[in-house]
Antibody
Framework: QLQLEESGPGLLKSSETLSLTCTVS??????????WGWIRQTPGKGLEWIGS???????HYNPSLKSRVTISGDTATNQLSLKLSSLSASDTAVYYC?????????????WGQGTLVTVSS | DIQMTQSPSTLSSSVGDRVTITCRAS??????LAWYQQSPPKAPKLLIY???ILESGVPSRFSGSGSGTEFTLTINSLQPDDVATYFC???????????FGQGTKVEIK
């Protein structure tokens, strides 16, 4: 059974860089045909697709975040990672790791439990 | 970006009622639409994808329809377990990014 578990710091300061790791079990991130992605959720803005990585390593990012985001995968550890730079309070959100299926933006078939990231000024 | 607008924002119905939620896209997205259910503090759960395909394991009382710019999620015979917030999500490949609706909160009267 596929499981995704996010980990990383829960509290960061403005201008710092967020680094999150998603540990995947029950499937390989190099499995043909799947996208693996990150989505975040805030009470104010709702759900926001951040970006995704195809099994081959090709990445796609939301244009609104593209200049600050990097998504990568480590096939040796079967982990997906997210880096978001130049943080501000508006980046405070629950961040989800996800398996998306065959399309770059979704659908999101499997979600991690989410991790709350708070950015303080 | 393609804007997704859901209505209503909140609805309250009785157990056994048929419930319909609407999602409108600001431009044509063909059938590239998914529906999710979220019961806090849990992550969203996929119910429907490609507008009308039921995800494996999802009860058959959930159904989706629509294409182009207008879509509906229907819950036949509302159950107490269905109290949650429901989100639509367009994943049209020709758009610059996937986007979500703002959510519809479903309550039991």
């Amino acid at each position: 059974q596929l499981q995704l578990e996010e980990s990383g710091p829960g509290l960061l300061k403005s201008s710092e860089t967020l680094s999150l790791t998603c540990t995947v079990s029950g499937a390989s991130i190099s499995s043909r045909g799947f996208y693996w992605g990150w989505i975040r959720q805030t009470p104010g803005k709702g759900l926001e697709w951040i970006g995704s990585m195809f099994y081959s390593g090709t990445t796609h990012y939301n244009p609104s975040l593209k200049s600050r985001v990097t998504i990568s995968g480590d096939t040796a550890t079967n982990q997906l990672s997210l880096k978001l730079s130049s943080l501000s309070a508006s980046d405070t959100a629950v961040y989800y790791c996800a398996r998306q299926g065959a399309y770059v933006y979704g659908p999101i078939h499997n979600w991690g439990q989410g991790t709350l990231v708070t950015v303080s000024s | 970006d393609i804007q997704m607008t859901q209505s209503p924002s909140t609805l309250s119905s009785s157990v056994g009622d048929r419930v319909t939620i609407t999602c409108r896209a600001s431009q044509n997205i063909d059938v590239w639409l998914a529906w999710y259910q979220q019961s806090p503090p849990k992550a969203p759960k996929l119910l429907i994808y490609k507008a009308s395909i039921l995800e494996s394991g999802v009860p058959s009382r959930f159904s989706g329809s629509g294409s182009g710019t207008e879509f509906t999620l229907t819950i036949n015979s509302l159950q107490p377990d269905d109290v949650a917030t429901y989100f639509c999500h367009q994943y049209y490949t020709s758009s610059p990014a996937g986007t979500f609706g703002q959510g519809t909160k479903v309550e039991i009267k």
